[in-house]
T-cell receptor, first 116, second 113 residues
Framework: GAVVSQHPSWVICKSGTSVKIECRSLDFQATTMFWYRQFPKQSLMLMAT?????????EQGVEKDKFLINHASLTLSTLTVTSAHPEDSSFYIC????????????FGSGTRLTVV | QKEVEQDPGPLSVPEGAIVSLNCTYS??????FMWYRQYSRKGPELLMYTYSSGNKEDGRFTAQVDKSSKYISLFIRDSQPSDSATYLCAMKTPNFGNEKLTFGTGTRLTIIP
C-alpha cells in the first residue's frame, strides 16, 4: 500500500529558529501533498496544499511567510516553520494522494514540534 | 454550523462489543467518504473509503453511507483493545480541482478488556 514518510517525528527548537519537516511518498508519486496542524484532542486543520512545481495554496489565516512550503519533486514536500515561537508548538501532519486512483489520502506519522 | 459533525466522545465499550461511530454532514456535494483511525501521537491511518450509498465491509469493519440523510457510520465488530484510538470521518467533493478533505472532530474510543 501507499506509504508516506515524515521526518523528524519530533523536534525541540529554540524560539526564533527555523525548523524543516520533510514529507516523502515512498512508493508512489504525489502531485499534491497536504499539510495539517493538530492541537491536542482536536481534529486536523488543513494549513496548505502543496503542488509539485508550483506555489502552495494556503488556507485562510495561515501565514505564508511563517510556514514555507516547497514541493520540489513528485515524492518530496517540505514545511519550514520560520522564526518559530512557542505558540507554533503543535503536531504537524502531511498527507498525499496517489495519482493513480481515486483512493483515500495517505498520512505521514506526524511531527511533534516543541518550541522553547 | 460545521460542515461535518462528529461526537467527540469519549466512548468506552467492553471488549467484544459492536461499536457504532457516526458523522453527519451538511454539504450535499460530498461524494467521497473516509474513516481514519489515529493512535496517540501518530498520523491517521485509512480504514475505509466509500463513494456510494450503502454498506462496505472489510474484515471487522463496515462503513455505511446514507446520502439521503447525510449520515455515515462505521461499525466495528468483535471490538479489541487494539481498536482503542481516535476515529475520524472525512469527506470530499468530486471536484478534482479541490482536493481538500473535510474532517470531523474525531471520536475517542476505548475498548475495555
Amino acid at each position: 500500500g501507499a506509504v508516506v514518510s515524515q521526518h523528524p517525528s519530533w523536534v525541540i527548537c529554540k524560539s526564533g529558529t527555523s525548523v524543516k519537516i520533510e514529507c516523502r511518498s515512498l512508493d508512489f508519486q504525489a502531485t499534491t501533498m497536504f499539510w495539517y496542524r493538530q492541537f491536542p484532542k482536536q481534529s486536523l486543520m488543513l494549513m496548505a496544499t502543496s503542488n509539485e512545481g508550483s506555489k502552495a495554496t494556503y488556507e485562510q489565516g495561515v501565514e505564508k511567510d511563517k510556514f514555507l512550503i516547497n514541493h520540489a519533486s513528485l515524492t518530496l514536500s517540505t514545511l519550514t516553520v520560520t522564526s518559530a515561537h512557542p505558540e507554533d508548538s503543535s503536531f504537524y501532519i502531511c498527507s498525499a494522494r496517489d495519482n493513480q486512483g481515486a483512493r483515500g489520502y495517505t498520512f505521514g506519522s506526524g511531527t511533534r514540534l516543541t518550541v522553547v | 454550523q460545521k460542515e461535518v459533525e462528529q461526537d467527540p466522545g469519549p466512548l468506552s465499550v467492553p471488549e467484544g462489543a459492536i461499536v457504532s461511530l457516526n458523522c453527519t454532514y451538511s454539504n450535499s456535494a460530498f461524494q467521497y467518504f473516509m474513516w481514519y483511525r489515529q493512535y496517540s501521537r501518530k498520523g491517521p491511518e485509512l480504514l475505509m473509503y466509500t463513494y456510494s450509498s450503502g454498506n462496505k465491509e472489510d474484515g471487522r469493519f463496515t462503513a455505511q453511507v446514507d446520502k439521503s440523510s447525510k449520515y455515515i457510520s462505521l461499525f466495528i465488530r468483535d471490538s479489541q483493545p487494539s481498536d482503542s484510538a481516535t476515529y475520524l470521518c472525512a469527506m470530499k467533493t468530486p471536484n478534482f480541482g479541490n482536493e481538500k478533505l473535510t474532517f470531523g472532530t474525531g471520536t475517542r474510543l476505548t475498548i475495555i478488556p
